[in-house]
């Protein structure tokens, strides 16, 4: 009897051995199938196929947006990318890309003088500050032209290819066409609006890929802060919204952009831990002047749960 129990005792203590065995399997198995509905360069659970764009599921104030990997050009949410819209100081993206890409010596030195401030004065746009009479090099006038978005900077840009017989604004549309951007169109340096000034998210997202790919270029737009060679300070309208302090990624640099008719308009570049991104958002209600910022912060909270503190 007693030899009869301990064999029973035993097929049980088998018993319970297979079936442990059998659970860790399962589970196992389980985490492995999950892994397959993961989006690993979200880092967030999909539910959709990531070669496909999907909406968000939460309210956000933007009309248009637009996130897509850089390296791989996947677009992973998107809203109404091919929409016409007004891009505002967005367009500087444009003629930054345009200069940068002209050949010249970002070395060479411009003056600034008051005709860089006539426009910018004249339709109350946001001006970097140049100081009349300084003498600025070619990557200064582009920083102060895309950090805190200076209309005086464009002016400067302008001046200079027109004083060797070129028209910017020319140049930026036929750079537009060479990068297929072919439902846009630029009637100026500094996205004040005009009616024939538009593009789409899709052809931003062209733009944004190119610029990526020039270190110049890039280097610009990832800019946060940045000092001239005279000493002037400039810092990145993305810094100033508390952008760059965001806990979920880490914020590598952007674009801002307002006119009453675009409304208010972003491009912020981040990574993840393992790959660069663009999100785009136009069209982000104006009410409060800093809703575009809103929009970035809930959108990217949403995506990176797992990495806000």
Do not use: W
Not at 26 to 31: K, M, Q, R
Not at 164 to 171: A, E, K, Q, Y
């Amino acid at each position: 009897m007693a030899k009869r129990r301990k064999l029973k005792i035993h097929r049980l203590l088998i018993l319970i051995f297979i079936v442990a065995i059998l659970i860790s399997l399962i589970v196992y198995a389980a985490s492995q199938l999950f892994k397959l509905f993961r989006d690993d360069d979200l880092g967030m659970v999909c539910a959709y196929d990531p070669l496909e764009p999907t909406t968000l599921d939460i309210e956000v104030m933007a009309e248009h947006y637009l996130l897509f990997n850089y390296a791989t050009a996947t677009d992973y949410l998107a809203l109404d990318p091919d929409a016409m819209i007004y891009p505002a100081s967005l367009t500087k993206l444009m003629t930054l890309d345009t200069v940068i890409n002209a050949g010249i010596d970002l070395n060479a030195t411009v003056i600034i003088d008051e005709d860089d401030y006539a426009l910018a004065y004249s339709r109350n746009a946001s001006i970097a500050g140049l100081e009349i009479g300084e003498e600025y090099s070619l990557n200064d006038i582009l920083h102060a032209m895309i950090l805190p978005s200076g209309a005086d900077a464009c002016s400067a840009l302008e001046n200079y290819f027109a004083s060797r017989g070129l028209d910017l604004v020319s140049m930026m549309n036929e750079r537009a066409l060479n990068l297929g951007m072919n439902d846009s169109h630029f009637a100026n340096t500094t996205g004040l609006y005009e009616d024939d000034n538009y593009t789409t998210l899709h052809d931003l997202k062209l733009l944004l890929r190119d610029i990526y790919q020039n270190k110049d270029a890039l280097n610009v737009v990832n800019c946060l802060t940045y000092t001239a060679t005279n000493g002037q300070d400039f810092s990145s309208t993305i810094y100033d919204l508390g952008l760059a302090d965001l806990n979920m990624v880490k914020v590598l640099g952007g674009k801002t952009g307002y006119t009453g008719e675009s409304k208010l308009n972003i491009v912020v570049n981040f990574n993840n831990g393992k790959d660069d991104y663009a999100l785009i958002l136009a069209e982000v209600d104006d009410s409060v002047s800093y809703n575009h910022a809103l929009d970035v912060e809930d959108i990217l909270t949403y995506l990176y749960p797992d990495l806000v503190e």
